[in-house]
């Protein structure tokens, strides 16, 4: 992070789950607030639309660091994935996860995994609320230490 005086961070919220997300978001800028970071937030319709956005932001030159000159230094990503009746949960929840980590390594970004996937509501309010699993905390822990980790490593 020393490279950069201040960092920004780009939170993207999968927003299918109004309530769930409020949750997710104001854990991941709890911690982000309490470290000083910025952050922008941009909101797409669901879970899959995230790895599309994160490679939009990364084709738009968005981010800092690994040939990049943009204003963010790593990417939160927020939503909830309900299982359902059918098998879309599972290609939902492999799918997005799957893009979204590969974009992350290919282009050398720290993210922060805060799409849940559950079985019920119920689990996924006590995943979400920052007062209970706080994962939307959780999510911007993991991208702040990232972030620590890939200008330890760029500056040794």
Known sequence: MSAMVNPQILILIADYYQEICAHLETGAGRVLESQGI?????????????????????????????????????????????????????????????????????????????ILTVDSRDQAIERAHPDKRDKGGDAAQACLSLMALSAKLNNS
């Open 38 to 114: 910025g952050y922008s937030i941009e909101r797409v319709p669901g879970a899959l639309e995230i790895p599309t956005a994160l490679a939009l932001a990364i084709k738009a030159n968005k981010f800092s660091g690994n040939n990049g000159a943009g204003i963010y230094a790593g990417c939160i990503a927020l939503g909830c994935v309900i299982r359902g009746e059918t098998s879309h949960y599972d290609i939902v929840a492999e799918q997005s996860a799957r893009f979204l980590l590969e974009l992350a390594t290919k282009h050398g970004i720290p993210v922060g995994n805060g």
